[in-house]
């Protein structure tokens, strides 16, 4: 099972580079568009001055070649971007919001930028998708700054995420939570306590436990986009990516003891390697030889813990305790 889960992981990989975008990612792919630009605007004014000398004629005679070029380059720095071995510069450049679309919350603001070998992403927390309110009060704008490593390394053990507070961030600066509530229990386990998109507003703010997709209403991906091909959600706090999977692949964890499952959700489940196509953290090493989470549609949901090198305190995540 594992072969295969590889080989379909890459395959999905180079299928999502042909993907037609929608809002988010057209706004993914004009911010990774900056950075490249930036990063050859010295060559590109280099290789103008030279053209100025050339003869008219040999300039329009090469136009078209020159056109066919570009957009060769284009593709193949396309694909060095979507694959593990993105830059810091690269990686910071994701983190970007949609837009505002909830008049009656603050703009959505994120930003990332790269310090020695860290990402640094600043965000207040506001979605950039419609906020559906299934508890009291809603989202209101936070002060969060996340440290990521921007070349993550495999650890020799693996670390649980926090059993409260933040443990991941999405693109679009919100916090990624494990799969506990306040109770201890699974975040299912409290009827009507997530939104169809997955994610509610809480005594610490704003944060997501799933990445669900509705036809009813505005979530981070559609339907279409996650059954078509995994889709980058963000970064966990060891540096490795974290994708949709909901239609891709199946968690290797089980619910043993059902009785358990609202007070005790990790007492209530247990990892029986080779029972789905992750590992004990939900992340799964391609053939190409990049690892990434993927989401599931059953617990762990995001994570299950930490396959890379990481201090979550550090790195501005945790914050409610962990087992």
Known sequence: MLEKSQSVAAAINEESLM?????????????????????????????????????????????????????????????????????????????????????????????????????????????????????????????????????????????DVPDLGTAAVALNGVPIYGPTEGTGGDVLSLAGALSECGSHNGPTGFHIHQILTTDNTDC????????????????????????????????????TDESLFATDTWAAHSYVEGSGDLDQCNGLTDAAGNYAYYTTETFPYVIGCYSGVVDVQASGGGGGGGR
Do not use: H
Not at 76 to 85: D, F, L, W
């Open 220 to 255: 981070l991906f559609t339907p279409a986009e996650v059954a078509a091909a995994p889709q980058l959600v963000g970064y966990a706090f060891d540096g490795y990516p974290i994708y949709t999977g909901i239609d891709q692949y199946t968690s290797s964890w089980e619910l």
């Open 19 to 159: 993907m037609k975008p929608n809002r988010r990612t057209s706004i993914l792919a004009g911010a990774l568009g900056l950075a490249l630009l930036a990063a050859s605007c010295g060559s590109d004014a280099a290789e103008s001055a030279d053209l100025t000398t050339a003869d008219q004629s040999t300039t329009d005679a090469t136009t078209d070649e020159a056109s066919d070029e570009t957009s060769e380059d284009a593709e193949a720095s396309a694909e060095v971007v979507v694959g593990s071995n993105r830059s810091c510069d690269d990686i910071a450049a994701l983190f970007v919001t949609a837009g505002s679309v909830n008049a009656e919350l603050d703009a959505p603001e994120v930003s990332g930028t790269c310090d020695g070998d860290s990402i640094v992403v600043t965000s207040n927390g506001i979605p950039d998708y419609t906020y559906i309110e299934t508890s009291p009060g809603s989202p209101g704008a936070a002060n969060y700054t996340f440290t990521i490593p921007a070349a993550p390394a495999m650890a020799d053990e693996v670390t």
